[in-house]
């Protein structure tokens, strides 16, 4: 089995370690790749010495596990358009991109604000904003695909599920499924196998405990009969 996480925060973010530091765990671990993917912001001045800081992280573990470079780009608008400078996607491997608060066109629901919006308005953004972010060619990999409905406790019928199944497949995007926050759900896993849509398991791990605690559920979600990525997939 080839053990990959794709999805994983170093201190250049919010993570609690340093590159080596996750790296090394993951080397323990026995993972053949592993992806340390900041949250960026377009603002983030910290991406040119956070290439070459991998880039060494690379050749010094290069015969132990292979280390890719990547950020997490969040939605900033209904478009689809990602929180991230525009050139930053060719300073790194990959650009995972995800939702975390679901826009609208003046702005974003916050549960912590209250939600003054129905259901149906903030679904219906909320897949417009998807719909964009599939679209988007800066993207690679979509991360954490419907936590922020998750959030806001929308259920989804089966007929949408499958209505996002499709558009999933049809996106071309690697689909992530996030051991973090236990997305997507069963139905729509078993519609991804249905699809053959590429996945990847990533844990989203902020730091070395993280990584050690994901490990068991990471393992068993690659042992299903799914269309993963593979390792030459992602180094051509
Ligand atoms: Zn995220
Ligand atoms: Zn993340």
Same mark, same amino acid.
């Given at each position: 089995?080839?053990?990959?996480?794709?999805?994983?925060?170093?201190?250049?973010?919010?993570?609690?370690?340093?590159?080596?530091?996750?790296?090394?765990?993951?080397?323990?671990?026995?993972?053949?790749?592993?992806?340390?993917?900041?949250? &960026?912001?377009?603002?983030?001045?910290? @991406? #040119?010495?956070? *290439?070459?800081?991998?880039? +060494? %992280?690379?050749?010094?573990? =290069?015969?132990?596990?292979?280390?890719?470079?990547?950020?997490?780009?969040? &939605?900033?608008?209904?478009?689809?358009? @990602? #929180?991230?400078? *525009?050139?930053?996607?060719? +300073? %790194?491997?990959?650009?995972? =991109?995800?939702?975390?608060?679901?826009?609208?066109?003046?702005?974003?629901?916050?549960?912590?604000?209250?939600?003054?919006?129905?259901?149906?308005?903030?679904?219906?953004?909320?897949?417009?904003?998807?719909?964009?972010?599939?679209?988007?060619?800066?993207?690679?990999?979509?991360?954490?695909?419907?936590?922020?409905?998750?959030?806001?406790?929308?259920?989804?019928?089966?007929?949408?599920?499958?209505?996002?199944?499709?558009?999933?497949?049809?996106?071309?995007?690697?689909?992530?499924?996030?051991?973090?926050?236990?997305?997507?759900?069963?139905?729509?896993?078993?519609?991804?196998?249905?699809?053959?849509?590429?996945?990847?398991?990533?844990?989203?791990?902020?730091?070395?405990?993280?990584?050690?605690?994901?490990?068991?559920?990471?393992?068993?979600?690659?042992?299903?009969?799914?269309?993963?990525?593979?390792?030459?997939?992602?180094?051509?």
């Amino acid at each position: 089995m080839i053990l990959m996480d794709l999805h994983t925060h170093s201190n250049y973010s919010d993570g609690k370690n340093s590159i080596e530091q996750m790296v090394g765990v993951a080397i323990e671990l026995g993972y053949t790749a592993i992806a340390i993917t900041d949250h &960026v912001w377009k603002s983030s001045d910290w @991406i #040119d010495v956070f *290439s070459e800081h991998i880039y +060494k %992280v690379k050749k010094i573990f =290069g015969n132990d596990i292979y280390v890719f470079s990547g950020l997490e780009a969040k &939605v900033i608008n209904l478009e689809g358009e @990602i #929180d991230a400078a *525009s050139n930053v996607e060719s +300073k %790194v491997d990959f650009l995972l =991109g995800s939702i975390h608060r679901i826009p609208f066109s003046g702005g974003y629901y916050s549960i912590s604000k209250g939600i003054l919006d129905s259901e149906q308005r903030i679904y219906e953004n909320w897949i417009t904003s998807f719909e964009n972010l599939l679209k988007n060619p800066r993207v690679d990999i979509i991360a954490h695909p419907l936590a922020e409905l998750k959030r806001f406790h929308i259920e989804l019928s089966q007929k949408q599920k499958e209505e996002i199944a499709e558009l999933l497949d049809t996106s071309g995007k690697i689909v992530e499924i996030n051991v973090k926050h236990n997305v997507p759900d069963q139905d729509m896993i078993e519609l991804l196998r249905i699809h053959k849509t590429k996945v990847v398991v990533s844990s989203d791990s902020h730091s070395i405990e993280d990584l050690k605690r994901f490990y068991p559920t990471l393992k068993n979600l690659y042992t299903l009969p799914l269309n993963f990525v593979t390792l030459s997939e992602l180094t051509k």
